[in-house]
């Protein structure tokens, strides 16, 4: 079975990155993939609307 994982960005790393956390996702996905074939998109979070936000100041839109 293929299965896709959209995970969003803040949830992943809310503020500051969890290492456990990441680690114990990434653990499941390997176990997952062990029988299925797997893909993993992951949002930009914070961050990404932060720059998002910046480049806006350089452009009329």
Not at 7 to 31: C, H, N
Not at 35 to 57: F, P, Q, S, T
């Amino acid at each position: 079975m293929r299965i896709v994982f959209d995970i969003g960005g803040s949830v992943l790393i809310p503020d500051k990155p969890d290492v456990e956390f990441i680690e114990e996702i990434a653990y499941q996905l390997t176990k997952i993939s062990e029988d299925h074939e797997i893909a993993v998109v992951v949002g930009g979070g914070k961050v990404a609307r932060e720059y998002i936000h910046a480049a806006k100041a350089f452009t009329p839109n």
